[in-house]
């Protein structure tokens, strides 16, 4: 088993030991995506050039990981066109010809929304989501989708019908879901960023499991159409990269008031400068128990461990320092939050609401009914 662990450990960090068609000037596995959209302003790298960097990457280790659902075909013709507008002078946003993935529930044209069910192996969007068009339009190149926990049922684990999803740093552990094809793509190397979606914690924990910045948006903040449906009044589409930097970046490109998502409200989130590091104005709420843990407030929380509780604490400290104004919440999880987190109508509302979302796709499933009697999915 240590053996197993060790020779993971060194595919990771011994990475230059792949036989590469492309010559790397730059360690996409070490940097982030702001960092690698520098290295494209500075001409040190083109988008042609990531694109295969990161095929190549997955071809060598997705086998190991199983994170990847399908590959675009078009990417490497999209990067092209992206090299040539910035050879023109004309780049879109921080993100021009960077390669992203996305969690095969939310659409992206081209590549069948699966939802982690080979069921819906054939389920095409006829447009893209409202997410995926926005970080197309400021110069994204969608690599392919993600694998997931089937139809987003399980935060445990991340499990489909298109096999296991294995932690990225010891495949004995679990990834945790559903995004955690996503999560475990990002920190293989596999992409800079990454969409995901969380109900429950489907962004948050894959993050934690996979040493990345996950985020839950506020409800309403990010539309949720062209996204297969779980629970309507909960569901949410996030992101996971690997700095709060690349974080923020995207946020403030895919938020925004979406005519199709009755939900997303006027965004209140300005568009990102990377130059600006200022947290004057900033409020940050601490949910204490969250940090400390807590053996007997819900029942639920253990105790922290002592060095991620260390950890955390400077990283508010830092944030304190910076001019943020810190406010603790020391009594936010009670036991009735989790009563009512775990008390959904969404196995009564995800039938209609997954036939509305259908109608947006072509494929050979209609309706929920039809998904719930096809035998090509894990559940059934």
Do not use: W
């Amino acid at each position: 088993m240590k053996k197993i662990f060790l020779v993971l450990l060194l595919s990771l960090f011994f990475v230059n030991k792949v036989s590469a068609l492309t010559e790397a000037p730059v360690d996409i596995n070490a940097m982030s995506m702001v960092e690698i959209s520098d290295a494209l302003d500075k001409g040190i790298i083109t988008s042609e050039q990531l694109v295969n960097m990161y095929l190549e990457r997955i071809e060598a280790y997705n086998e190991q990981f199983n994170s990847i659902n399908q590959l675009n075909d078009n990417a490497i013709e999209d990067a092209k066109r992206l090299d040539q507008e910035r050879l023109e002078g004309k780049v879109r946003s921080k993100l021009h010809g960077v390669p992203i993935l996305v969690k095969c529930n939310i659409d992206v044209y081209g590549i069948p929304t699966t939802a982690g069910t080979k069921s819906l192996s054939d389920n095409y969007p006829l447009e893209n989501s409202f997410v995926v068009q926005k970080l197309i339009d400021a110069g994204a190149i969608v690599l392919g989708s993600t694998n997931m926990s089937e139809l987003a049922f399980s935060a445990k684990n991340s499990y489909s019908s298109y096999g296991q999803v294995y932690n990225v740093f010891n495949p004995l552990y679990t990834p945790y879901g559903s995004s955690g094809g996503s999560a475990v793509a990002v920190s293989a190397g596999f992409a800079a960023i990454a969409l995901g979606t969380d109900t429950n914690s489907s962004v948050r924990l894959p993050a934690s499991g996979a040493g990345l910045v996950g985020l839950r948006p506020t409800l309403g903040l990010v539309s949720r159409s062209g996204v297969v449906p779980y629970d309507i009044e909960r569901d949410t589409v996030g992101i996971l990269s690997k700095t709060v930097e690349d974080n923020a970046l995207v946020l403030s490109i895919i938020g925004g008031v979406d005519k199709n998502d009755n939900y997303t409200k006027d965004s209140f989130v300005k568009e990102y400068d990377v130059n600006d590091k200022s947290l004057d104005g900033v409020v940050i709420g601490v949910a204490t128990q969250f940090v400390t843990g807590s053996a007997t407030s819900t029942g639920i929380l253990g105790l922290t461990d002592s060095e991620i509780n260390e950890a955390v604490n400077n990283s508010i400290k830092k944030l304190e320092n910076e001019g943020a104004t810190i406010v603790y919440l020391d009594d936010f999880a009670k036991y009735k939050y989790y009563k009512v987190a775990y008390s959904t109508y969404a196995g009564i509302t995800m039938c209609d609401n997954f036939n509305n979302y259908i109608k947006g796709t072509s494929g050979s499933i209609r309706s929920f009914q039809e998904l719930s009697k096809r035998k090509g999915h894990v559940q059934g």
